[in-house]
């Protein structure tokens, strides 16, 4: 680990993953992904800085980072558990977005277990922060496995709570040159996709994405459904949409990114997959090797529960019971290709 900077009085620290494939970095502030690279090629796919202070004003993007209690939104800032109504700050519109105001994306974690390719964070969440009931006690795991970044999520609440924990790094396999994500091809093992209510949350209105532009079941061009939009996109400014993996149980391999030498495959053990073209991107400072980071230049793959599951009925719960023990993964696989032929 080094010494990445400081925050309220904290050290910011940098830990180096490396095994034979992949390298990345991490750091405590937000318990984020600075950086993540396929060994071979010498290529980093994730946006961030060279230094600490720019992540210190994101303007809400949450650059790389952990975001929860509650990742998306939960409509109108409300929700009711246990015959309690719970408020929570309005930061999106009329809801509640990531958590809210001062999320986990700009807490520092407790550093508490570091390898060559492991690192564990751990951060305690006191009840009623940001309105969310129960004392959450939260650990994050990044950890290599092989081409693989495993991103581990575990939690026990001393009160049921609502979670929903997920990672915001936006990917980009081009970063090198600078360019957006418009050419680059990407495919979504499922069929159907939440459409966005005018205030831009997943509403209970589910889509068969067969022929339109969120269909993405077989490899295509991100700018396809950019340039052509389907009218849905036009109240989130392009893809922001929760693709359905309500039926699976278990690990299921969800979106593959594709560019002429590079492939990033993300799955997780998660009910949804929130697909997020950065359209609102739009940071002060530049990034890694000068890059402006501004829309479109990054895509996120965010595994997470039905945004506004807390308030909807038909979808898997992320009520946490006291006492229990929440174990989720996400998984960023980063291989370069051996053949630049489009598998269909």
Do not use: W
């Amino acid at each position: 680990m080094k010494h990445f900077g400081e925050y309220e009085g904290k050290e910011i620290l940098l830990s180096h993953l490396e095994n034979e494939y992949i390298e990345a970095e991490v750091f405590n502030y937000g318990a984020s992904l600075r950086s993540f690279t396929e060994k071979q090629s010498g290529r980093d796919v994730v946006l961030g800085f060279d230094s600490f202070e720019p992540y210190t004003d994101l303007r809400g993007s949450c650059l790389g980072a952990t975001v929860g209690r509650c990742a998306n939104r939960i409509g109108k800032a409300c929700f009711t558990l246990n015959g309690k109504e719970y408020k929570l700050a309005v930061n999106n519109g009329p809801n509640c977005l990531h958590g809210g105001i001062v999320n986990y994306s700009q807490r520092v974690f407790e550093l508490v277990e570091e390898s060559e390719t492991k690192v564990v964070y751990r951060y305690v969440s006191p009840d009623g922060e940001e309105g969310f009931p129960g004392k959450l006690e939260l650990t994050i795991i990044y950890e290599l496995d092989g081409p693989t970044l495993l991103y581990k999520i575990e939690a026990e609440s001393d009160q049921d709570t609502v979670l929903n924990i997920t990672n915001h790094s936006y990917f980009n396999l081009e970063c090198r040159e600078h360019k957006t994500v418009f050419d680059q091809k990407m495919k979504i093992a499922s069929g159907k996709v939440a459409l966005a209510d005018p205030d831009g949350m997943a509403s209970p209105e589910i889509l068969d994405v067969e022929g339109t532009a969120f269909d993405y079941q077989n490899f295509h061009r991100i700018g396809d459904a950019l340039e052509h939009p389907h009218p849905n996109m036009e109240i989130t400014g392009g893809i922001d949409h929760n693709y359905l993996f309500e039926d699976s149980r278990g690990y299921t391999e969800m979106a593959v990114l594709r560019s002429d030498e590079l492939e990033l495959t993300t799955g997780s053990d998660l009910p949804g997959l929130q697909v997020y073209t950065a359209n609102f991107l739009d940071l002060p400072e530049p990034g890694k090797e000068g890059f402006l980071y501004k829309p479109r230049c990054g895509i996120c793959f965010e595994g997470q529960f039905y945004p506004n599951a807390v308030n909807y009925d038909f979808c898997r719960s992320p009520i946490l019971r006291k006492g229990e023990k929440a174990a989720y993964r996400i998984t960023y696989k980063l291989t370069r290709r051996t053949c630049y032929e489009d598998q269909k």
